[in-house]
């Protein structure tokens, strides 16, 4: 057992060297079950058969011991070698196989439990979501409000709510679907949304937008125009970058399903969302690669609704929750 446990170890960390150094496309979500997997096999296989067997042989050797000091003592032999104790406790203890599978399998099916069916932490990479989210920001994402779904599967079983226009959403990306992507949900089914002059228009009816103090970007060192919108029920901010254009070429669009639901022009975009899908806007509209470009997100892609900054350690100040 000790040589396929260290295979099976050596597995695994070949595994995550290689999509360390990009060699494959990790799947940590798959990663992860397949640790909890093998780890639970280890923990039943210790739990009924070795820590028993483990158990027997102390057990023997005690009665053995036992037994040899009754048989001295008869001899009139008093003085005994050996301490029982601690052979025994040799013989109890766990081989290093067993510690490093067994003993983990709590630790990550808790992990496990707790990242597939409540929350799971995200790190924001890109500029997309400022001013909202912040390049470093540690957020929480709530993986049952839209719906319990099956790890690895991401299969729904339980129905959850409806993702709303104006939620901060985790998907899938849909070019390709090992990559999680965070923007906002602005489009719903059955919803015309239309971006045009930098101005976003819902079924007809035009966001009104009320201008607030600049936005100044560390990262850029320059300050953006900033805006408040209110896309359903809560208010948040967005920036405008005025040296970018407002309208989307065709060469800038992928080839996506439903391609056809929208229309391209020199002062922006207009879609009609499918049924089923979402439309995606980051709130950096004028540097964010979203749903203009790569169309829509599709329910299957869900993966949950972010509502909290748990850490960002270039600025303890953003802890908290967000719209």
């Given at each position: 057992?000790?040589?396929?446990?260290?295979?099976?170890?050596?597995?695994?960390?070949?595994?995550?060297?290689?999509?360390?150094?990009?060699?494959?496309?990790?799947?940590?979500?798959?990663?992860?079950?397949?640790?909890?997997?093998?780890?639970?096999?280890?923990?039943l296989?210790?739990?009924?058969?070795?820590?028993?067997?483990?158990?027997?042989?102390?057990?023997?050797?005690?009665?053995n011991?036992?037994?040899?000091?009754e048989?001295?003592?008869?001899?009139?032999?008093?003085?005994?070698?050996?301490?029982?104790?601690?052979?025994?406790?040799?013989?109890?203890?766990?081989?290093?196989?067993?510690?490093?599978?067994?003993?983990?399998?709590?630790?990550?099916?808790?992990?496990?439990?707790?990242?597939?069916?409540?929350?799971?932490?995200?790190?924001?990479?890109?500029?997309?979501?400022?001013?909202?989210?912040?390049?470093?920001?540690?957020?929480?994402?709530?993986?049952?409000?839209?719906?319990?779904?099956?790890?690895?599967?991401?299969?729904?079983?339980?129905?959850?709510?409806?993702?709303?226009?104006?939620?901060?959403?985790?998907?899938?990306?849909?070019?390709?679907?090992?990559?999680?992507?965070?923007?906002?949900?602005?489009?719903?089914?059955?919803d015309?949304?239309?971006?045009?002059?930098?101005?976003?228009?819902?079924?007809?009816?035009?966001?009104?937008?009320?201008?607030?103090?600049?936005?100044?970007?560390?990262?850029?060192?320059?300050?953006?125009?900033?805006?408040?919108?209110?896309?359903?029920?809560?208010?948040?901010?967005?920036?405008?970058?005025d040296?970018?254009?407002?309208?989307?070429?065709?060469?800038?669009?992928?080839?996506?399903?439903?391609?056809?639901?929208?229309?391209?022009?020199?002062?922006?975009?207009?879609c009609?969302?499918?049924?089923?899908?979402?439309?995606?806007?980051?709130?950096?509209?004028?540097?964010?690669?979203?749903?203009?470009?790569?169309?829509?997100?599709?329910?299957?892609?869900?993966?949950?609704?972010?509502?909290?900054?748990?850490?960002?350690f270039?600025?303890?100040?953003?802890?908290?929750?967000?719209?």
């Amino acid at each position: 057992m000790q040589i396929v446990t260290s295979l099976i170890l050596a597995a695994f960390v070949g595994y995550a060297g290689a999509w360390y150094f990009g060699v494959v496309e990790g799947n940590f979500a798959l990663l992860l079950f397949l640790a909890t997997v093998v780890t639970g096999i280890y923990w039943l296989a210790e739990r009924f058969y070795f820590l028993p067997n483990r158990q027997r042989v102390a057990s023997l050797l005690e009665s053995n011991a036992i037994q040899r000091r009754e048989d001295l003592d008869k001899m009139g032999i008093k003085q005994v070698d050996g301490d029982v104790a601690e052979g025994k406790a040799r013989l109890l203890q766990q081989p290093w196989w067993l510690d490093w599978t067994a003993g983990l399998f709590p630790v990550i099916v808790a992990v496990f439990l707790l990242r597939s069916f409540l929350f799971e932490p995200f790190k924001i990479p890109s500029g997309s979501m400022i001013p909202t989210l912040l390049v470093g920001d540690l957020i929480l994402v709530n993986k049952f409000h839209y719906g319990v779904r099956l790890p690895v599967l991401n299969t729904k079983i339980t129905e959850g709510n409806k993702p709303q226009a104006g939620d901060v959403m985790v998907f899938r990306y849909p070019p390709k679907p090992s990559l999680d992507y965070i923007k906002r949900v602005v489009g719903v089914p059955g919803d015309e949304v239309a971006y045009i002059n930098k101005r976003l228009t819902i079924n007809g009816k035009a966001i009104a937008t009320v201008q607030i103090p600049e936005f100044f970007d560390e990262d850029v060192m320059r300050y953006f125009p900033q805006f408040e919108e209110q896309v359903g029920g809560a208010k948040h901010r967005l920036l405008n970058d005025d040296a970018r254009r407002g309208g989307v070429s065709e060469s800038e669009v992928m080839d996506f399903p439903n391609r056809q639901n929208c229309r391209y022009s020199a002062e922006g975009v207009v879609c009609k969302v499918p049924e089923g899908h979402y439309f995606m806007m980051g709130d950096n509209r004028d540097n964010s690669l979203d749903s203009r470009y790569w169309g829509f997100v599709p329910d299957k892609n869900i993966v949950g609704k972010a509502f909290f900054v748990w850490m960002n350690f270039g600025n303890l100040k953003r802890i908290g929750a967000f719209n």
